[in-house]
């Protein structure tokens, strides 16, 4: 059986931005704590670069005005991710519907655990999931 996991800061558009049409994900998000281009900041230092939280808020204070707790940072990427959720599926649907998709599928281990790295991309758009193996029972 496997277990879904989508890294949904990866499913962005090539635009290089955090969706090509559509409201930034600050106007989604009520209370946000962070400006979008801290958010945006956190996330791919989090999700991309895998650098621990502590790391990311000792950054952060370095900067004026920017002193936030791990859990404020955890906090944000997962409105974040909610945000990014509807343009995952938004993306799945364009990829499917595109006439040319490249594929690539990549397998890794996580903590002693097999995991797979799925790649779709075309001209415009790529997706990028992990999916996890589940223990076998």
Same mark, same amino acid.
């Given at each position: 059986?496997?277990?879904?996991?989508? +890294?949904? /800061?990866?499913?962005?558009?090539?635009?290089?931005?955090?969706?090509?049409?559509?409201?930034?994900?600050?106007?989604?998000?009520? =209370?946000?704590?962070?400006?979008?281009?801290?958010?945006? !900041?956190?996330?791919?230092?989090? #999700?991309? $670069?895998?650098?621990? /939280?502590?790391?990311? !808020?000792?950054?952060?204070?370095?900067?004026?005005?920017?002193?936030?707790?791990?859990?404020?940072? #955890?906090?944000? &990427?997962?409105?974040?991710?909610?945000?990014?959720?509807?343009? $995952? =599926? +938004?993306?799945? /649907?364009?990829? +499917?519907?595109?006439? #040319? #998709?490249?594929?690539?599928?990549?397998?890794?281990? !996580?903590?002693?655990?097999?995991? $797979?790295?799925?790649?779709?991309?075309?001209?415009?758009?790529?997706?990028? !999931?992990? &999916?996890?193996?589940?223990?076998?029972?």
């Amino acid at each position: 059986m496997l277990s879904h996991h989508q +890294r949904l /800061l990866s499913a962005l558009p090539q635009t290089g931005g955090i969706a090509s049409r559509g409201s930034a994900p600050a106007a989604d998000l009520p =209370h946000a704590q962070l400006g979008l281009n801290a958010l945006a !900041t956190a996330a791919v230092l989090r #999700v991309c $670069y895998r650098l621990p /939280l502590r790391q990311i !808020t000792r950054l952060f204070a370095q900067l004026p005005q920017l002193k936030l707790c791990p859990g404020a940072i #955890v906090k944000q &990427i997962k409105r974040l991710s909610q945000w990014l959720e509807k343009q $995952y =599926h +938004r993306l799945k /649907l364009v990829l +499917r519907a595109a006439g #040319v #998709v490249h594929a690539d599928e990549t397998g890794w281990r !996580t903590n002693g655990k097999n995991g $797979y790295l799925w790649t779709l991309t075309n001209a415009k758009h790529t997706l990028i !999931t992990s &999916i996890a193996r589940a223990a076998p029972r």
